[in-house]
């Protein structure tokens, strides 16, 4: 699915995402990462969603985003709560969705002005 949106200058924008892909402005990514309005983070080790540990949460914490949105993969999955714990402590909750769904909400919260952050599982 190809996204639109005028109103991203200089942030990170979800253009476009498929089967196993997301892409971000005009690079495309084939592996889990977590993207913010001002930050990408392309190495965050996460092979799938059943790989999901309490440090890949962690090290979305630090970047102390206003909301995180996990994006499952293909379907709508919820992670254990005890693997978030880092977000619950700093008081984020984290709204989980399929990741296309996680695109699509990234995109339009991005657009509000909100430091969001979507770790997405493609």
Known sequence: MKLHLTNAEGKNLITCYGSGWVQIGEARFERSLVVLPQQLLTDWPVAGFDALTAENFAAIAVLKPEIVLLGTGA?????????????????????????????????????????????LIP
């Not at 619950?88 to 909400?105: N, P, S």
């Open 75 to 119: 379907t709508h999955r919820f992670a254990h709560p005890r693997l978030w714990q880092a977000l619950a402590d700093i008081g984020l909750g984290l709204e989980c969705m399929d990741t296309g769904a996680a695109c699509r909400t990234y995109n339009i919260l991005m657009a509000e002005g909100r430091n969001v952050a979507a770790a």
